[in-house]
């Protein structure tokens, strides 16, 4: 340890590079021509354009069903026990004074309802359908 | 074997390029099946069929549909669905952009309703105005991003071959200066103080390049230019000759500039500070991204080169013992007059500059001395913007008394030396704790 002052210390960052680079598993540097380099380009900008439309065709179709759900949710706010709206009611001739408190979106209240929904299980837990199975199992140990 | 397995792909693409012409091994447009004309066959083509025994057989040309046959598919087969998939998207690209340029036209058609010169006429004009200018940027994006997947565009940019007239290559360019050149500019500019001393800001929109011609004694007429890079140090006698400029801007159109060559490190010595001096100053240079280059010695010269020079070129130069002096050139880009066509700023192109009026500046008393010549009035007094600098060093070396001579300087003989300073009285302590 005591002549081993002496030498600079090389930089561990250096060692592990070279250990890296030069174990005999490591695959060899890939060295294109320009012409193969420049397709391996083109096909590199062409599947992250594909990843791309794939992901935003996934979002607008997530957004789109958002907003009808959100769209219906709003529609069902402002209908009474016959299913009519306060505009409606009104063309029709019916008073809405005395039910426009508590009969107009009592079903929307009502869906809205977030606590003991499910046998003391709130909705938010359940699980979405998919396409495909889970990678994990079924989680017996699962608890609230 | 594996010699066999490496040369399949060359092998591969040559045997489809047989049939193609030669050099459209990266064919981005459709490859027509007529025969190959013949020059551009260097070297007998191989035959389609496989006729070697040794390599395997191998389905000559694979068409667009891989499901037709059941060989394992290689890098060339994904490069040509990847070229499939990127002309699809470009096609649908190029409807969108006639779109917005229909949408463009439908937007300036309808005329801004509201009381004559009223408030409400007035910003409901300003937001139209706005609105023309976001789709007109949003459509300069688009054409350039209709561009930036195609390999060709890329290799012919790479080569150097890229028309400055498309804005892909504007584009590329652009993107390329910003990664690397503009940043050491930038770091020149700023460790040597040129900001707040010459310009209070400068923000570099055009990339620009000098250098000096050389002077050969063989051959006086023709001579070598040598580039100089930012913030070089410069040998005196390479700049007493009168440097070439470029000057490379990114957006399209024809602007007219100002070169502005200061220099602000002049020494003074009875108020122990530094002046301002001006070596070169010149107006109404038409820059385009495609006419670049600026001859500042034959401007206003020969009928060709449309520029004025109000101030021609002075050597640079520092006499002995004064430190470095910093030589910052300015290029200024001169207003557009006030009722210019909406159209051509609107839609991203640069508006027609108003010519600067070149005998009322040469005889104004500020601009037409160098000594104490005060850019920040010049640029205030005619509406300039700085949009490009560069920047070089001179310091004495053993020609500059005789350039200064040359050009008739006085003062070719002068030497600074540094004042001596008083030391201020030491008094000593008492103590040994104090040595």
């Not at chain 1, 592990?16 to 695959?27: A, E, F, G, Q």
């Not at chain 2, 191989?46 to 006729?51: D, I, L, N, Q, R």
């Not at chain 2, 025994?53 to 490069?79: H, I, K, V, Y």
């Not at chain 2, 929109?205 to 040598?226: C, D, E, M, N």
Request: proline share 8%; aromatic share 6%; hydrophobic share 30%.
């Amino acid at each position: 340890m005591a002549k081993d002052k002496g030498r600079p210390k090389t930089d561990m960052r250096i060692t592990v590079i070279r250990y890296h680079l030069k174990h005999p598993l490591t695959p060899r540097p890939l060295r294109f021509s320009r012409n193969r380099s420049l397709r391996h380009w083109t096909i590199h900008r062409a599947w992250r354009l594909y990843q791309t439309k794939l992901r935003l065709s996934r979002q607008i179709e997530l957004e789109r069903q958002y907003n009808s759900m959100a769209a219906a949710c709003e529609a069902l706010r402002l209908i009474d026990g016959h299913g009519l709206t306060a505009e409606e009611r009104s063309r029709v001739g019916e008073p809405d004074v005395s039910e426009g408190d508590k009969e107009v979106g009592r079903l929307y209240r009502i869906a809205m309802r977030k606590d003991d929904i499910w046998k003391g299980v709130p909705i938010e837990y359940a699980r979405i359908q998919t396409d495909t199975p889970p990678r994990n199992g079924w989680n017996h140990a699962w608890t609230k | 074997m594996t010699l066999q397995r490496a040369s399949r792909p060359v092998a591969h693409c040559l045997r489809q390029s047989s049939s193609t012409r030669h050099a459209r091994t990266l064919a981005t447009t459709p490859i027509d099946p007529s025969p190959p004309t013949p020059h551009y066959h260097h070297h007998p083509t191989p035959s389609p069929a496989p006729a070697t025994p040794s390599q395997p057989a191998r389905p000559p040309q694979r068409s667009s549909s891989l499901s037709r046959s059941n060989a394992p598919l290689g890098p060339e087969d994904a490069f040509q669905e990847a070229r499939a998939f990127l002309q699809e998207d470009r096609r649908e690209k190029l409807e969108a952009i006639g779109l917005q340029r229909v949408k463009i036209a439908r937007l300036q058609d309808r005329v801004v309703v509201g009381e004559q010169n009223g408030e409400v006429e007035r910003r409901k004009q300003r937001e139209k105005d706005n609105r023309v200018r976001s789709m007109g940027r949003r459509l300069e994006e688009m054409k350039v991003m209709a561009d930036i997947n195609d390999p060709m565009v890329k290799k012919r940019f790479e080569d150097g071959q890229g028309d400055m007239t498309k804005p892909i290559y504007r584009h590329l360019a652009n993107t390329q200066w910003h990664s690397y050149k503009r940043q050491i500019l930038l770091q020149r500019l700023t460790q040597m103080n040129v900001m707040p001393d010459v310009l209070p800001a400068l923000d570099p929109i055009v990339s620009t390049g000098l250098a000096f011609p050389t002077t050969s004694s063989t051959t006086p007429t023709r001579s070598r230019l040598k580039r100089v890079q930012h913030g070089d140090f410069v040998p005196s006698a390479l700049s007493s000759q009168t440097p070439t400029l470029w000057i490379q801007p990114y957006n399209k159109g024809t602007r007219l500039c100002t070169v502005a060559v200061i220099n602000p490190d002049v020494p003074n010595v009875e108020k122990d500070g530094f002046d301002h001096r001006c070596h070169f100053l010149a107006v109404n240079l038409p820059i385009s991204p495609i006419n670049t280059r600026v001859r500042l010695g034959e401007l206003g010269s020969t009928s060709e080169s449309k520029g004025d020079v109000l101030l021609p070129w002075l050597p640079a130069y520092a006499q002995k013992g004064a430190p470095y002096q910093r030589m910052s050139i300015i290029i200024l880009e001169q207003p557009s007059p006030t009722l210019t066509p909406i159209v051509t700023t609107l839609l991203g192109a640069v508006a027609e500059s108003r010519e600067l009026d070149v005998t009322s500046a040469s005889q104004d008393p500020r601009y037409n001395t160098r000594d104490g010549f005060n850019l920040r009035s010049f640029v205030d007094r005619y509406g300039l913007k700085a949009v490009g600098a560069d920047l070089f060093r001179t310091k004495w070396d053993e020609g500059t008394a005789g350039v200064m001579q040359q050009a008739g300087i006085v003062g070719w003989d002068v030497e600074f030396r540094r004042k001596r300073v008083e030391p201020l009285p030491y008094q000593r302590k008492a103590s040994e704790r104090y040595r």
